[in-house]
């Protein structure tokens, strides 16, 4: 299972990578792995807002969909739309395709986040 360092995750299993006041949003290599083949990501829309552990996209493998939530308030500046065709991309590296870009709001939020050791204890533990 990859986890990256740079990146915050949710008990649900998303992950952002913040840059100054954006944050990148996927879901992470534990999430793809127990969904399997992942065949549709319901994207959300630029200038959406959302805060934090609100649903803001769904996608779907061959086994389910499950609702994605936002790790952190903010809205979305970029979506990845390459995903709308080639949803699949996750399950090869879901850290390089993200979901969307955000805008973040509310900086003391990604506090509520576990860091890259915490979560793998997290995922250990499940």
């Known amino acids: 299972m990859k986890i990256m360092d740079n990146c915050y995750y949710t008990k649900n299993h998303e992950w952002i990578r913040v840059e100054g006041n954006e944050g990148w949003v996927g879901v992470s290599d534990y999430a793809q792995d127990a969904m399997g083949q992942i065949v549709f990501v319901e994207l959300p829309e630029a200038d959406d807002s959302f805060a934090q552990e609100d649903a ?71």
């Open 56 to 126: 803001f996209s769904v996608v779907e493998s061959v086994k389910a969909a499950s609702d994605i939530y936002m790790p952190a308030s903010g809205t979305v500046t970029e979506v990845n739309e390459v995903l709308e065709d080639e949803p699949e991309l996750i399950n090869e590296d879901p850290y390089a395709h993200y979901i969307c870009k955000i805008e973040l709001e509310d900086m003391t939020e990604l506090d509520n986040l576990m860091d890259a050791e915490a979560y793998g204890a997290y995922c250990e533990s499940l």
